[in-house]
């Protein structure tokens, strides 16, 4: 894609972000981006930071192929998954919630 697009494609992820982020019943965005970069991540968490209701910046990563480790610093947290090529994820809990109870 050319800058332009680029820029449209943001423009319209950030306009679903805002969106989803009001409602009461999403309590959760995916966001799937396969050219992820370090400038991509910033960006996204400056945009974010507006909005009161996202409280958490997650990455998900494989657990036994961990691709992404140059960004964990970027993230408030870090979710692993098992590298199954068939799987369905029915609803993803922080385990830090559970961890964290006294």
Known sequence: MNEYEVFIVNK???CLIKNYSKSKRIRGII???PNLSESVIK???EIIKDYCNIT???LIDEYNLPRLQQFYHLFN???FFPSIKKI????AVSISKYIYKK
Do not use: Q
């Open 88 to 91: 369905r994820i029915i609803e």
């Open 56 to 58: 958490e910046f997650v």
């Open 77 to 79: 947290e870090i979710i």
């Open 12 to 14: 319209e992820i950030t």
């Open 31 to 33: 966001y799937s981006n």
């Open 43 to 45: 960006n996204l968490d």
